[in-house]
């Protein structure tokens, strides 16, 4: 029977997520997947690190995670770490970062190339090296899953890939950013959005530096992961039209909802003619759309497809646990197949 | 490289649907997945049948249908059909009998037995024998796939199965019944029951004689599979709780809006310390609710889970090539695993 050696690459909110899963779920993923495994190494950048060839326990990490315990000094970088002959599986969850992708970059190319699986939910990658490293990996026979990237939790690359197999997308719709979300829906309740920013960063949604969110970047990022798994076609960011929801004012929103439709930023992609046409932008949705009910901090989208003409899921779009979830999809759907 | 030999067992709306998709479809399904395919028969009831070995031509099929024409003399039965030794995968698209559960019943035992795997979108022999039916396939190496029992076209088995592999589903709650749902919408847009009921029938959506679609038997039946799905829990028709909308009047459907809520058919499976409690009934949900503005024959249904709290999908809810879909994304999942 396959143990699959895991290694955490970063070990933040996400990593921990993932870890308490898999320490509640460990005799129902072996029951129900066959899956069995154990933890080879977790590397942080500020926690220090642990390797043990013969497992480590995930309980006892996250006890002294928790107790801001220092796991060991750094004796091996993570590019060593994740060349291990018993490691299978990395999960990055290094921090994003649109510019360089490092260091999640450098450490999955260098994985992938050594026939390691990668689970990520870090974007900066995969923004920008996706087609790079789907060609690494096929090369080696890996695989690279991001499933985690795009609406957090809630499935929609795999209910894309899975579930709906067969299928041609022709467009997507979609609510792919919470905080933005989570203020216009304020906003609705009656804030002017600077208060609806403040409150939301106050609950950790937004960041000091709230442009990524605001401004519409994490949803081009998105957009862009979505058009290449999607519709195989990789577009950068600078070619996605791209206006946020920071020139917005609360008489806007209510003018929208005295004409019974709701303002939401909406990330959408059209392919005609093997053209793709890319935005980011408020839009006015009729409150019959399926988007305009979606409220708060939840993500949702709609796949246009052939055979099936309107899908929507909608579900939690942000959260320690949901995406440690959406990683764990990602390693069972390597597990068994 | 394999290529997967198929049997159709039945050949109406669904069939037909699946068979246009495979078609349109066979170079794509083979560059995407791997998957090649040969038609080895199709047996039907009223049009006869057509045997080779070798592989039929679905598009000469499809065409010989819509001409009316017979396929030949059935010289074979279906249990034979599906032990010929080139066919791996049985599509069983007879109509759905929920008495007996025949023919699809005894034509899915006798191929399980075989090691051929079954997809199917016949409610029948899920509804009376899945427990059954799943240990003989367990037993034979065998798979029973019915995705398209529940939402049609729409994913939600192989959602909860593949896509939120890992969570536990404690609730789930669903407008399963595109029929019904047709129905109170009209009503919403002014028609009593009787007229809404009569127009749902002129357009196919109705059968004559209605009760299995407004008495919420086919909601019930659904509902028996996905308790036995998603939570393990095999119960009987008799177990649910059913009130269906046939005694609704236009003034509920009013009042319920006067205080911004919609009348739905919901059914409703909620699991406690280990019991079932299953229902299927008219509820009025706020507009608030993800339920509530899901119109006309579409199908949705919300997953209440440990790891992920709700998550909501919405779809369509009925119609021959979305059936037929599902089938495929079936076909897929066992040709790729």
Aim: net charge neutral; aromatic share 6%; charged share 20%.
């Amino acid at each position: 029977m396959k143990v699959w050696g895991l290694c955490f690459i970063g070990f933040g909110n996400v990593g921990q997520g993932l870890a308490r899963i898999l320490v509640r779920e460990e005799e129902n993923l072996f029951s129900h997947f066959g899956f069995r495994f154990k933890t080879i190494a977790v590397v942080t950048k500020s926690k220090g690190s642990r390797v043990d060839p013969n497992g480590l326990s995930l309980s006892k990490l996250l006890d002294e995670i928790n107790h801001d315990q220092i796991l060991g000094p750094c004796t091996i970088t993570p590019e060593e770490t994740v060349c291990l002959p018993e490691v299978d599986i990395v999960i990055d969850v290094t921090p994003t970062n649109l510019k360089s992708g490092e260091p999640g970059l450098s450490v999955t190319k260098k994985a992938l190339q050594r026939g390691r699986h990668v689970v990520t939910s870090n974007k900066g990658p995969a923004s920008l090296a996706l087609k790079d490293l789907l060609k690494i990996a096929s090369e080696h026979k890996s695989k690279y899953r991001f499933e985690g990237t795009v609406l957090s939790g809630t499935p929609a690359i795999n209910l894309a890939r899975e579930s709906m197999a067969g299928c041609h997308i022709t467009e997507v719709q979609g609510i792919v950013n919470g905080t933005t979300n989570y203020i216009l829906t304020r906003m609705e309740e009656g804030l002017e959005y600077d208060d609806a920013l403040k409150e939301a960063q106050a609950l950790g949604y937004a960041e000091a530096n709230p442009e990524g969110d605001v401004d519409g970047w994490d949803a081009a990022v998105k957009v862009q992961i979505i058009a290449s798994v999607f519709m195989g076609k990789y577009i950068s960011l600078k070619d996605i039209s791209r206006v946020g929801i920071s020139g917005l004012k609360r008489k806007d929103i209510e003018k929208a909802l005295s004409q019974n439709e709701r303002i939401k930023l909406v990330a959408k992609i059209v392919q005609n003619s093997g053209q793709i046409f890319a935005s980011v932008a408020p839009v006015s949705l009729p409150f019959s759309h399926p988007l305009s009910g979606v409220n708060g901090a939840t993500n949702a989208i709609t796949l246009t497809t052939d055979n099936l003409k309107d899908v929507t899921i909608i579900g939690p779009g942000a959260g320690r646990e949901e995406t440690g979830q959406a990683l764990l999809s990602d390693i069972i759907s390597i597990v068994t197949h």
